[in-house]
């Protein structure tokens, strides 16, 4: 041992030891700080969170008509419900009552707690209405179009489990509310029985009475329901929406970033960009290696300019801003109105209304026709609709413009008022005359199941979107005729269930017309 | 792209703003933060933060002392604000029971408003003063309170023996000596609960015969023999509760048990009441009740004229002044009984679960007031309501002297099956030595011996083809064609057709019943000729032989 | 941070942007500050305001044959309470090793966890126990007697 060099490497340990914090910082952020185009690339694909975002981005997607963050709100939204979730989980107790009482325990004794209620409440609300303006604008603007249709597909089972996680946390706090809309969303489970009883099939193929027994784990709401319920809503569905969003979003990128109009590069060197990174607009000089291998059009060959700009930080102010004016939002509501929290539940005393979340009370309003056409059947043909429409639809006039496609906004707005006015003209005659049974009293249930407000409704915007497709010869124009039926009629259904239903589901103009109770 | 970074630039100002209003709110603007700031003990200002009473023996977390600091355990000395004031001295210490045990309302919540229970969805308000002793019942359900008439003798015997001379009971008596504080004998207001020495009496004599001068022997007397159990029965119901106790005893005297259960006791025909206490304001509908949303209103009303209240109800109104109707009102709000660690069972109870004793005293009159009252009325003389059939008066001396007592225990067993007489001989209902009490008070309410009968259960021997005809014309209108009732009581009812003795029914029909609409059928009447014995006798063979060949 | 030579500088690399931006970081500065706040605020909710645990005062009623140097322990609580000439006294019977309860025997208490041993007031005679078992305070105040688990007192304190 020569004394000089052991100096040597003692300097130097206290060196490296000194340098830790700054080598730490480095490796973590390999890149440097992200201030020219090289490393504000690296920063992207080099980091974990972020890598999901192409590089560059397309001028055409970063304008706010273009999508009005709607997604990013949906994914905010899920976020803010996801970490207040998981905050309720230190204080919740999956057990009747029990639930009830430590629901009362976060209002009033946990630190936050009432706010954190309040938020995930708020975030679940806002996030199911971010998640249908989101499939709205997708649809508008046909960004289901090749090569996107799978991805619509993806959209739509991201809608049916987001529904699904609120359908299942409206149980967990045990009150009324919640006991009384759950044993009416396990009956629309078992509604299938509607037809099977008609058919005298229910001894032999039951799949009503399975849904329910396999939702409730008994016969009735109560401790076995409550924990299915909670592993649905804490375990099997956050894990499912989170894969789902993973391939959602990968999709995105391999798919080729937001959709925007075959002219949108014409249509932006008519606008200056604003930034004051320049914009990355010569047309590319060749095609990707990996392009060799990938079969089909790739990305890069054949395109003109390229129009993009840096990702880092163009696109991540625009993510980060609607982040945070979700959570303004929710913060905002979350401190006006406090989540509900009625009496504990009681099965033998129903709610009177009992409703269900609101985005259900459309359904609700249906199921009041027919059980099983109003809560499984025409739910299911409006999916199975929605899941068809890229495949039916292979036009491309008008994609990646609002209302892109023959006939365009003149279409939808027709739709639009006929979508609205059909359903009040219908609720108005219905509530009026009344119905079928009240006219044939031993009418068969089976013809009943089959003709019901319901399903005359959507008879009538089927036939007008066939009529729309031979007027103006394109699929597109009758799909463009249906959605829009389809969320005027949803809309109006819900308005209804929501403010006008009283006591018995009958017909109040306003609340305060209810009888006393 | 300014425009997304002024978005995020006004988001997130805005964020940072409300989450600062947030924090300055749950920090410094709860209620019982503000409270507590201004407590002070000697030692100098108290701990601003929760605090709570918990009892897991009883069930209870109660934030109550959240603002009501100087109720929490060890922190009496707390002062500074009104409503930091300690609670009055109780035999149930708040900081070890906890507040809502007694007063009700919801321990969970720290605000007002919810605590106090003035809010909509809940399921729990707080008593208030006028029925706050009805939280007794929470634990303290077995008083073992007798009827109403008794309990008053047994008040009036206390006082009327001169007993408050020395002793203060429920804060009145006690004036022997007022200016040196006037108590000789202790305090008896809470013997009930306490218990006291059962041989109390010859001890007072031992000692009045020891004492020559004094109170001993001025103002003690021997007491009669009948009067030592009515002081018995005054010193056990002394539980520091008195209304609870009157109210229990209007209870007791109004025979709701008749239809409905109390912890596993009573009839069928009502809800079970057990609980009742708890009832939801929440959960009623108080569209035809005039006066205020309260649940004390609802039941109060609802007493008044039950089938307005509750659509369809078929429980009678009960025939009763405004105090009694209050002190039934108070007596369901006690009905909250919650299940305790065997560490708080009160004595009371000890007795009726582990002992099996009753929850209410078990003379004759308590329990046909408990059981009987409601349908037959207090004094037994029946009950006749609109839309309802009426209930027979069975003190009707009539009655009384011609049916023997195996016709009224028989009755009292098994009741008329068919009609809405329930038997009683059932776990939840009377025990067998309690039916025996029960008819030898019948007896007594009619006031009337029966006569002797020398002759044989059955005697009758007249042909039961002729009675059937002179039943279908002179019965029928009343019983009802082949006796199965109509106005008149059904007489084809196995219990009373085994259980009756010919004498029995000959008599009834030859004598009537006064003050009934049978009349007696030796006497003619304007629409009908007179029956003689002979013809009595054929109808007795008639209804015999609906009995289907039995003997 | 490496600097790379002007004269290497490509197409896709250019000069680093000169003009500090500060709305934009204003903005990010905003928005981290205000998702700090909230995640501070987040933190305080596992910290949960009220135990669950009753109060650590407690009465109680002592058996009449009482032994002096006999242990009398109240149900539920890990409290030794004797009584001798001298008064009344309490010590906690929660080992100050690591928090099992110890048992009173003859000599003393007896860990069963780590065989820590305990002389009759308290003192450690063997095992890994660093201190004493505590003596609670007691009150007796019109023959009540109370245990306030919370307070400790000096070993000896007996209260008449």
């Known amino acids: 041992m020569v004394p000089t060099e052991e100096k040597d490497a003692l300097r130097e340990f206290a060196a490296s030891l000194k340098s830790v914090p700054t080598r730490v910082l480095e490796t973590a952020f390999r890149t440097g700080t992200p201030n020219t185009d090289r490393s504000r690339s690296t920063f992207v694909f080099g980091n974990v969170f972020l890598h999901l975002h192409s590089v ?9 008509t273009t999508t009005m963050g709607l997604g990013i709100m949906s994914v905010s939204a899920f976020l803010i419900a996801l970490v207040t979730g998981v905050l309720l989980m230190f204080y919740y107790k999956p057990y009747p009552e029990a639930a009830y009482q430590s629901i009362k325990d976060i209002h009033f004794v946990v630190p936050t707690g009432r706010l954190i209620r309040n938020l995930h409440r ?100 109560g401790a076995e329901a409550l924990i299915r319920f909670h592993l649905l809503h804490v375990m099997i569905l956050p894990l499912a929406i989170a894969a789902l969003m993973g391939v959602h979003f990968w999709r995105i990128r391999k798919d080729g970033g937001m959709v925007r109009p075959a002219d949108a590069d014409a249509l932006l060197t008519a606008r200056p960009a604003e930034s004051v990174t320049p914009v990355f607009n010569e047309a590319p000089v060749k095609t990707y290696q990996l392009a060799a291998i990938v079969r089909g059009r790739s990305a890069a060959v054949g395109r003109g300019q390229e129009n993009t700009v840096p990702s880092m930080p163009h696109l991540f102010y625009a993510e980060l801003g609607v982040l945070m004016v979700t959570l303004l939002a929710c913060l905002a509501l979350s401190l006006y109105s406090d989540a509900p929290l009625k009496e504990l539940a009681n099965p033998s005393i129903p709610e009177n209304p009992a409703k269900a979340p609101w985005y259900f009370l459309g359904l609700q309003e249906m199921v009041s026709f027919s059980a099983f056409m109003g809560g499984v059947g025409i739910p299911a043909i409006v999916l199975i609709g929605l899941a068809l429409i890229p495949y039916l639809d292979r036009e491309t006039e008008g994609t990646g413009k609002w209302f892109g496609g023959p006939g365009g906004w003149p279409l939808v707005r027709f739709s639009a008022l006929l979508g609205l006015g059909v359903p009040i003209i219908l609720e108005a005659a219905v509530i009026r005359f009344g119905w079928l049974r009240e006219w044939f009293p031993h009418i068969p249930q089976l013809i009943i199941t089959a003709i019901n407000p319901g399903t005359i409704l959507t008879l009538i915007y089927a036939l007008f979107s066939m009529w729309c497709i031979r007027r103006y010869q394109s699929t597109r124009a009758g799909a463009l005729a249906l959605f829009t039926c389809f969320l005027a009629g949803f809309i109006v259904l819900t308005i209804i269930g929501t403010y006008f239903r009283g006591p018995n589901w009958v017909f109040y103009w306003s609340p305060s017309d209810w009888p006393k109770h | 792209m300014k425009k997304n970074k002024y978005l995020l630039l006004f988001a997130s100002l805005s964020v940072l703003a409300l989450l600062t209003g947030a924090a300055i709110q749950e920090n410094f603007l709860k209620d019982w933060r503000r409270i507590q700031v201004q407590g002070q003990t000697d030692d100098g200002p108290i701990a601003v933060q929760l605090r709570q009473v918990v009892n897991n023996n009883l069930g209870v977390a ?79 359900v077995a008083l073992h309170v007798p009827e109403q008439s008794r309990l008053q003798k047994a008040s009036l015997a206390f006082e009327r023996l001169d007993c408050y001379a020395c002793h203060r009971v429920d804060g009145k008596g006690g004036t022997l000596r007022p200016d040196q504080g006037g108590m000789e004998g202790p305090n008896l207001s809470r013997v009930g609960a306490t218990a006291f020495d059962s041989e109390w009496y010859p001890k007072h004599l031992a000692k009045s015969a020891a ?13 009669a023999a009948e009067d030592l159990p009515l002081l018995g029965d005054f ?54 009740v005039p006066g205020d949303g309260s649940i004390k209103n609802w039941m109060a009303e609802h007493f008044r004229a039950p089938a307005s209240v509750v659509a369809g109800s078929l429980m009678p109104p009960a025939p009763l002044s405004d105090k009694e109707i209050d002190q039934l009102t108070f007596f369901t709000l006690s009905l909250r009984r919650k299940d305790l660690g065997d560490l708080y069972l009160p004595k009371d109870r000890i007795r009726a679960v582990k002992f099996g004793e009753r929850e209410f005293a078990t003379d004759g009159a308590t329990l046909y007031g408990a059981f009987c009252a409601g349908c037959h009325g207090r004094d037994g003389q029946g009950r006749r309501l609109p839309g309802l059939v009426s209930f027979p008066s069975i003190a009707n001396p009539d009655y009384l002297a011609i049916a023997p007592d195996a016709l009224l225990a028989k009755t009292v067993e098994l009741g008329r099956p068919g009609r809405r007489m329930p038997g009683w001989l059932k776990p939840d209902g009377l025990r067998a030595e309690e039916m025996k009490t029960v008819v030898a008070y019948i007896r007594t309410l009619g006031a009337t011996e029966m006569e002797e009968d020398p002759k044989p259960a059955r005697w009758v021997t007249a042909a039961p083809i002729a009675g059937k005809r002179i039943f279908a014309s002179a019965c029928a209108g009343c019983h009802g064609p082949d006796a199965k009732g109509a106005e008149g009581p059904a007489l084809n009812n196995p219990v009373l057709l085994d259980a009756a003795t010919d004498t029995f029914l000959v008599e009834t029909v030859a004598r009537g019943r006064k003050g009934t609409a049978m009349a007696s059928f030796l006497e003619p009447s304007p629409v009908r000729s007179a029956l003689t014995r002979a013809d009595i006798e054929s109808v007795v063979a008639y209804l015999r032989s609906l009995q289907g060949g039995k003997s | 941070m490496t600097t790379t030579p002007a004269a290497s500088r490509s197409r896709l690399d250019p000069e680093p942007v000169p003009r500090r931006d500060w709305l934009g970081l204003s903005s990010l500065w905003a928005a981290a500050g205000a998702l700090l706040f909230g995640v501070t605020g987040m933190l305080k909710l596992p910290k949960a305001a009220v135990l669950a645990s009753p109060s650590k005062k407690f009465k109680v009623t002592l058996p009449e044959s009482l032994a002096a140097g006999e242990a009398f322990v109240p149900p539920g609580r890990a409290v030794a309470i004797y009584k001798d000439a001298q ?62 688990e919370a307070t400790t007192v000096p070993q000896g304190t007996k209260v008449a």
């Open chain 2, 235 to 288: 010193l056990q119901t002394r539980v520091a509760a008195s209304q609870l106790v009157a109210a229990k005893s209007t209870f007791f005297s109004s025979g709701c048990l008749g239809c409905h259960k109390v912890s596993g006791v009573g009839g069928d025909a009502g809800p079970d009441l057990t609980k009742a206490g708890f009832k939801d304001p929440g959960l009623v509908s108080f569209e035809h």
């Open chain 2, 211 to 223: 004492a020559t001068a004094g109170p001993w022997k001025t103002a003690f007397r021997t007491i």
């Open chain 2, 62 to 140: 109660d934030r109550c002392v959240s603002c009501h600091v100087s109720m929490a355990p060890g922190e009496q000395s707390v002062r500074g604000a009104p409503l930091l004031v300690a609670h009055k001295p109780v035999v149930h210490d708040p900081a070890d029971y906890g507040c809502t045990v007694c007063h009700g309302g919801q321990g969970q919540a720290t605000e007002k408003l919810d605590a106090h229970g003035d809010v909509h969805f809940w399921p729990e308000p707080m008593l208030d003063k006028a029925t706050l002793y009805a939280g007794c019942g929470t634990c303290h």
């Open chain 3, 87 to 148: 008064g009344v006294y309490a010590v906690s019977s929660i080992c100050t090793h690591l928090g099992c309860v110890v048992k009173p025997n003859a000599e003393g208490f007896e860990c069963p966890c780590h065989g820590s041993r305990f002389a009759a007031n308290g003192e450690v005679t063997k095992g890994p126990a660093p201190r004493p078992l505590p003596w609670l305070k007691v009150t007796v105040a019109g023959g009540a007697i109370t245990v306030d």
């Open chain 1, 122 to 221: 708020w975030s679940a609300n806002i996030m199911v209405i971010a998640v249908i303006l989101h499939m709205a604008r997708a649809f508008y603007t046909a960004a289901y179009r090749r090569p996107r249709e799978y991805n619509w597909l993806i959209g739509i089972g991201l809608l049916v489990v987001t529904l699904g996680l609120s359908f299942t946390g409206y149980l967990l706090p045990w009150d009324q509310l919640a006991y009384w809309a759950i044993t009416i969303g396990a009956n629309i489970a078992q509604s299938p029985r509607e037809v099977t009883d008609a058919l005298n099939l229910t001894d032999y193929f039951d799949p009503g009475g399975m849904q329910r027994l396999l939702l409730l784990g008994s016969d009735q709401v």
């Open chain 1, 56 to 64: 560059r981005t397309h001028r055409w997607s970063l304008r706010w």
